[in-house]
């Protein structure tokens, strides 16, 4: 059974510019979380997915920041016109109904 | 405010010596707290979950204690391997199914040096 699943692992992007960041959970599982992590800071929730619904985004910034679990295919959290400070590591995590199991992460850098 | 605060920020051992990490929250109520290990350039893996009720929980040479009158919990390591090296960071989990369900410490970066 494979873990959950992040590419690209690294990401660069020019200021402006779109990030899609693809997530692919474990196999049976329904709930996917996305979260990120700033340099020498902890993770902090963004939005909590499940098939086709978005259950809880609390965490999301308002503007430019986007996310989606398709019924076919892996989650998309999506970063439109990204900017300095959108420069971190986003984390996925996925579940059945209890522990989540996170994936490797995708590390975004914009210049 | 719900928060998970971490001691030290980071740590240096020589290889083969133990070491006690520390966690102290105010997330109330929790339903369980977990200590995860992150190799650099990975997702969190858990080590130990502990509900309220207990007290400590094993895992190898992992060893997880939890005080929830004080609110504190520590993580020892016993006898460090060189891979031990990576961040341990104390997670607390509140009793919903909310998004953020989980609250974050910042993480104790361990260096274990041959």
């Known amino acids: 059974n494979a873990g959950v699943m992040q590419n690209p692992r690294h990401l660069v992007r020019r200021r402006g510019q779109e990030a899609r960041l693809r997530c692919s959970p474990m196999k049976g599982h329904s709930h996917v979380y996305w979260y990120r992590q700033l340099p020498e800071e902890g993770l902090k929730f963004m939005v909590y997915l499940q098939k086709e619904n978005i259950i809880d985004e609390s965490g999301m910034p308002k503007e430019r920041f986007s996310a989606e679990f398709p019924k076919e295919g892996p989650s998309i959290l999506r970063i439109q016109q990204v900017v300095r400070g959108d420069s971190a590591a986003y984390f996925c995590?996925?579940?059945?109904?209890?522990?989540?199991?996170f994936g490797p992460g995708t590390r975004l850098t914009v210049t | 405010k719900n928060q998970v605060e971490q001691s030290p920020q980071s740590l240096i051992i020589l290889e083969g010596k133990n070491c006690t990490l520390q966690?102290?929250?105010?997330?109330?109520?929790?339903?369980?707290l977990r200590w995860y290990k992150q190799d650099t350039g990975r997702g969190p893996v858990s080590l130990t979950i502990?509900?309220?009720?207990?007290n400590t929980k094993s895992n190898g040479r992992y060893t997880a204690t939890l005080d929830a009158d004080t609110k504190q919990s520590s993580l020892h390591i016993t006898a460090s391997q060189l891979s031990d090296s990576a961040s341990y960071i104390c997670v607390v989990r509140k009793p919903n199914n909310a998004g953020n369900m989980l609250t974050f410490g910042g993480g104790t970066r361990l260096m274990v040096k041959p």
């Open positions: 995590a996925s579940s059945r109904s209890g522990e989540q199991y």
């Open positions: 966690c102290n929250y105010t997330v109330s109520p929790f339903s369980n």
């Open positions: 502990m509900t309220f009720s207990e």
